[in-house]
């Protein structure tokens, strides 16, 4: 995979992608989240990938927003299709089929407070900061912050971050709930990784159709996301996996899961 933007390195079931604008603190430009989305439709249907990691590149920033730059004199349409070319890159990274981790090792302003939203699980240095500064631009979150932090943390809280454009420290974000971890950051990525080998030791179809369950469930009517969640849970009564796993158990071994 050759981006300008973006650098990937896999190890066994466990890939990194490092967004890498180092000098604008890895800020968003159309170049970024077109890469993010053709990279989602590479891997997307990797068996091999299992856990999804997603970091900044250098000390300072995971992704300190869209690129305001980029943004000046843009036309109310061009504002509006660069917003849709993040979402599309966002609710890729949203739907990819195993789980992605947000591993925050700074700010994470704007679209990148954003990005994260869009990972599953979101671990973060105790030197992170969060915020979503738009209205400080005169503008509002347009990468899905409107939509998936309330939906995360409650409007009430929602509304704090968004109408202040103040930034948090990981811990406020720990105890607002949309961040799970805080660790100091030189231990930040192996706790990391430590959570992506758990992750990725367990039924890859299994973590696929809970992510599928968990997801699209808190959209749904509560009798319509528990008829999905039985019907996923039959789905993989048709894997080699679940025979491993329940087979594994009986045996009193540990499972090899191949995910499938
Ligand atoms: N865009 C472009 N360049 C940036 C950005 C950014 N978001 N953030 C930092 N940079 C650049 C700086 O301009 C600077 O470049 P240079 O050295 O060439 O001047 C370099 O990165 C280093 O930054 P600073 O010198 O500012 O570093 P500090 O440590 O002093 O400050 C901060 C760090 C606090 C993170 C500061 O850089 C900052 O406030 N950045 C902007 C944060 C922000 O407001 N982000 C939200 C942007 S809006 C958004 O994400 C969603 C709106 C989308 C609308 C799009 C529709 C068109």
Redesign the pocket.
């Known amino acids: 995979m050759n981006f300008e933007t973006l650098i990937y390195h896999q190890e066994g079931h466990i890939g990194t992608l490092t967004i890498n604008r180092p000098?604008?603190?890895n800020?968003?430009n159309e170049t970024v989240l077109k890469e993010l989305t053709s990279f989602t439709e590479q891997i997307q249907s990797d068996r091999n990938i299992r856990v999804l990691i997603i970091t900044g590149s250098g000390e300072?920033?995971f992704v300190?927003?869209?690129?305001?730059?980029?943004?000046q004199g843009?036309s109310p349409k061009?504002?509006e299709d660069?917003?849709m070319v993040?979402q599309t890159a966002f609710n890729a990274v949203e739907n990819l089929p195993f789980a992605v981790i947000a591993v925050v090792n700074g700010?994470a302003?704007?679209?990148?407070c954003?990005l994260a939203l869009s990972c599953d699980i979101i671990l973060a240095s105790g030197k992170a900061k969060f915020g979503l500064?738009?209205v400080?631009?005169g503008?509002l979150?347009?990468?899905g912050?409107t939509q998936r932090l309330p939906r995360a943390i409650g409007l009430y809280k929602a509304r704090e971050m968004v109408f202040s454009g103040d930034?948090y420290s990981a811990e406020a974000c720990k105890d607002f709930g949309f961040v799970n971890h805080v660790f100091a950051p030189e231990e930040l990525l192996n706790e990391a990784l430590k959570l992506a080998k758990t992750i990725a030791s367990r039924g890859p179809v299994a973590v696929a159709k809970a992510k599928q369950s968990l997801n699209t469930g808190s959209e749904l009517h509560i009798s319509e996301g528990l008829k999905q969640e039985a019907a996923l849970f039959g789905a993989l009564f048709t894997t080699q996996d679940h025979s491993e796993g329940i087979g594994a158990f009986i045996e009193k071994r540990t499972p090899d899961f191949q995910g499938n």
């Open positions: 000098q604008a603190l800020a968003l300072k920033a300190a927003g869209a690129d305001i730059k980029a943004m843009m061009e504002a660069f917003s993040a700010f302003l704007g679209g990148g954003e500064p738009e400080t631009l503008l979150p347009c990468f912050g930034f």
